[in-house]
C-alpha cells in the first residue's frame, strides 16, 4: 500500500488503555448515590494527579455528561439533532472535539447558532427517518441573517457554524450561497492566522489539556476550510484566497485521542507520529484523519489544476484556434504561444503530469470493498470514537473518496478540445446540419433547444470554463475515453459496494454524478454512438444508457437527504429522459 504523508494514529505504545482515562462508564441503572459519589472521586483524584498539562475543561466526568445528554431533562430534538449529525456528518467535516463539545452541550455553553446548523445540516436525514417534515429552507434563511449579526462578534463556534454552512451550502446546490461563504471563511482563517499555527513551537510542558483541543481544532478547520477553497476557486475559475506558499499548520493527527468521546482526559501526552502511515496501517487504527489528509491532498491537486488551465491558455496556442491576437494585460503579457497544440492536450508535458497525479492519487486509496463488514455504526455516545466506530467511519469515507476521481479527471480532460482556446463556447457540428447540435439530431423533432437557458442556469453556479466543459461536443477522443473510463470504474465500484445506503454519500458525490450525466447524455447522442461506427467499441450506446439511467436514479434518491432538486432540473433541460428513453430504443435495434 502506497505510504501517505499524513500524521499517524497513536503507535501500541503511546495508546492510553483504560487505566490512563480518568472516568468509566457508568450504567443509567445504577444508584444515583453510589454514581455521584464515584463522580466525585474520579474528579478529586484528577484535580490531585493530573499532569502538568491536564486541566479539565469541564466538571463533569465523562459518564455524567452520557447520564445528562440521555436524561428527561435534556431537551430531546437537541439530543436527536446531534446524534444524527455525529452520526451521518461527523467523518466528513471532524472539526469538533466530540468529548468537549458534549461536555459543552450538556452544560449550556455552546453558541445556539451552531445548533441551528446541525439542525439544518441534518434535516434531510431525520425526514427520511422518521417521516416528519421539515422545512430546510427556513431554517438556512434564519440561520443566514443570524451570520450576519455574528460577524460581529466572532467566535470559534461561528467559525465553525460559518465552515458547516458553507458545506451544507454545497450540498444543498445552493452555489451563490456556497460561493460567498467560501470565499468569507478563507479569507478568515488567514486573518486569524489559523494557516501558521504551528509557525511557533509549543511548550508541551507548560499546555494545557484544553489548549491541545483548541489547537488541534484549529488545525482541522483550517484543512477543511482549504479544501472549500481549492474547490470554489476551481469551479469558479479564481485564485485560491489561501496561497499555498503560506501554509505552516500541520494536517491532523491523534486520530485516538481525538475521536474516541471516552477520552475527555488522559494521562500522557498525544504523541505526534512520523507521516508515513500507510493505508493499511490507518485501516488497522482507525485513522478516520488519513481521509482528511487524502482528501487534502487532492485539493491541492485542484489548486495546481486551476493553475494548469489558465497557464494552458496563457502559454499554448490551439492550431486552428481564432483568437491568435496577441494577449496585453498585467502578468499576461506575450507576443506569441510558446507552444502550438497540433491534435491534443497530451502534446503539453504538464498536462499529461496533471493526469498522472489524478491516476496515483486514487491508487493509493484503501478500496472501501475490501472492507466490508469492518467497524460498526455506533448506537450510542458511549461507543462514538472506539475503534470499531472509526473504522467504520473510515470505509465511509474511502467510499466516497475514491468518487472523487470521477470530477476531478473530468474537469482536466474535458477542458482537452479546440474550443477551449476560442472565445466562442464550442466548436459546432459542420455540414449540412451545422446549426443543430448532437442531442438535437439524436432525438430529432421533439427536441426543445435549451441551451441558452442551461447556460444561464449554469452561469450562476460555475465558470464559463466549467460550464462550456460541461455542454462541448469537441472534446478529443482519447480525453473523453478516459472520462468514460473513469464513469464506467466508478459505477462497477458503487456497485461493489451497494451495502452502502444513499445517505451516506456526501456532496461532491453528487458532483460527481451530475458531470458524469452530461458526459453520457453527449456521448449516447454523438454521432459515433448514433450512426454505429465500431460496433465493438467498448462504450457502446447500450453500456452509456445502463450507466446513465443508474446514476441517474441515484441522484434522484439523493433528494432524500441533499438538496439536489436543482440539478434535477438541469438535467431534465438536458433532456435525460428523452435520451434515457430514446438511447434504450437504439440499443435494443443493435442487439
Not at 491532523?252 to 494521562?267: C, E
Not at 491541492?300 to 493553475?307: G, I, K, R, T, V
Not at 504538464?350 to 484503501?366: N, R, T
Not at 436543482?566 to 428523452?578: F, I, P, R, S, Y
Amino acid at each position: 500500500m502506497t505510504s501517505f504523508s499524513i500524521s499517524s494514529i497513536l503507535n501500541s505504545d503511546d495508546v492510553p488503555d483504560d487505566k490512563t482515562v480518568t472516568s468509566s462508564t457508568q450504567s443509567s441503572e445504577e444508584d444515583p448515590t453510589l454514581a455521584a459519589e464515584t463522580h466525585e472521586l474520579v474528579k478529586n483524584d484528577l484535580l490531585r494527579n493530573r499532569p502538568a498539562f491536564l486541566e479539565p475543561w469541564d466538571e463533569l466526568p465523562t459518564d455524567e455528561v452520557f447520564r445528562k445528554f440521555y436524561s428527561d431533562e435534556f431537551p430531546a430534538q437537541i439530543r436527536e439533532v446531534v446524534t444524527y449529525y455525529f452520526d451521518y456528518y461527523y467523518s466528513i467535516c471532524p472539526i469538533f472535539h466530540p468529548a468537549s463539545f458534549l461536555c459543552r452541550l450538556v452544560s449550556g455553553k455552546i453558541d445556539p447558532i451552531l445548533i441551528d446548523v446541525m439542525r439544518a445540516r441534518t434535516a434531510r436525514v431525520i425526514s427520511k427517518h422518521t417521516g416528519r417534515k421539515i422545512d430546510v429552507d427556513a431554517i438556512i434563511e434564519g440561520i443566514n441573517k443570524q451570520l450576519l449579526v455574528d460577524m460581529e462578534h466572532l467566535t470559534v463556534d461561528s467559525m465553525r457554524a460559518i465552515v458547516l454552512m458553507t458545506t451544507l451550502s454545497g450540498g444543498e446546490c445552493r452555489f451563490m450561497s456556497f460561493n460567498s461563504l467560501a470565499s468569507l471563511v478563507s479569507s478568515m482563517v488567514g486573518k486569524l492566522g489559523w494557516n501558521v499555527v504551528d509557525l511557533r513551537d509549543y511548550d508541551k510542558s507548560s499546555m494545557m489539556w484544553h489548549d491541545w483541543v483548541n489547537l488541534e481544532g484549529k488545525r482541522r478547520l483550517f484543512w477543511v476550510v482549504y479544501q472549500l477553497d481549492a474547490y470554489q476557486a476551481l469551479l469558479c475559475d479564481r485564485p485560491m484566497s489561501i496561497s499555498n506558499s503560506r501554509i505552516y499548520t500541520t494536517l491532523p493527527r491523534s486520530d485516538h485521542t481525538w475521536d474516541d468521546i471516552n477520552l475527555s482526559r488522559v494521562a500522557i501526552w498525544p504523541v505526534d507520529q512520523p507521516n508515513n502511515e500507510t493505508g493499511d496501517e490507518a485501516v488497522q487504527n482507525g485513522s478516520l484523519s488519513y481521509a482528511l489528509s487524502s482528501i487534502v491532498t487532492l485539493a491541492s491537486y485542484y489548486s495546481q489544476l486551476n493553475d494548469l488551465l489558465w497557464d494552458i491558455k496563457r502559454m499554448t496556442q490551439y492550431s486552428d484556434a481564432a483568437n491568435n491576437c496577441t494577449i496585453d494585460i498585467v502578468g499576461m503579457r506575450r507576443k506569441s504561444a510558446k507552444l502550438v497544440i497540433k491534435e491534443s492536450l497530451f502534446e503539453y508535458p504538464p498536462f499529461v503530469a496533471m493526469h498522472q497525479k489524478f491516476v496515483e492519487w486514487k491508487k493509493s486509496l484503501v478500496l472501501a470493498d475490501e472492507l466490508k463488514g469492518l467497524g460498526q455504526q455506533f448506537t450510542h455516545f458511549t461507543q462514538f470514537g472506539s475503534l470499531k466506530h472509526r473504522q467504520f467511519m473510515l470505509r465511509m469515507r474511502l467510499f466516497c473518496l475514491y468518487c472523487y476521481y470521477v470530477p476531478s479527471m473530468l474537469f482536466l480532460h474535458l477542458a482537452n478540445r479546440p474550443s477551449f482556446f476560442q472565445q466562442e463556447p464550442q466548436v459546432k457540428p459542420v455540414g449540412k446540419d451545422a446549426d443543430k447540435s448532437d442531442i438535437h439530431l439524436f432525438l430529432g423533432p421533439g427536441y426543445t433547444d435549451n441551451t441558452q437557458l442551461i447556460r444561464e442556469i449554469l452561469s450562476t453556479s460555475f465558470s464559463t470554463t466549467v460550464n462550456d466543459s460541461l455542454l462541448a461536443e469537441d472534446v478529443c477522443q482519447e480525453s473523453w475515453d478516459i472520462c468514460l473510463e473513469s464513469i464506467d470504474d466508478m459505477y462497477a465500484f458503487i456497485e461493489r459496494n451497494d451495502d452502502v445506503p444513499v445517505e451516506r454519500y456526501d456532496q461532491i458525490m453528487q458532483i460527481s454524478f451530475f458531470t458524469s450525466i452530461t458526459v453520457l447524455i453527449r456521448h449516447v447522442c454523438s454521432k459515433r454512438i448514433r450512426d454505429g461506427v465500431q460496433s465493438d467499441y467498448r462504450f457502446d450506446i447500450a453500456w452509456s444508457v445502463r450507466i446513465m439511467r443508474g446514476l441517474w436514479e441515484r441522484l434522484k434518491k439523493l433528494g432524500y437527504v441533499s438538496g439536489v432538486a436543482g440539478m434535477e432540473a438541469l438535467l431534465q433541460k438536458m433532456h435525460v429522459d428523452q435520451v434515457v428513453a430514446t438511447g434504450e430504443l437504439f440499443a435494443k435495434m443493435a442487439l
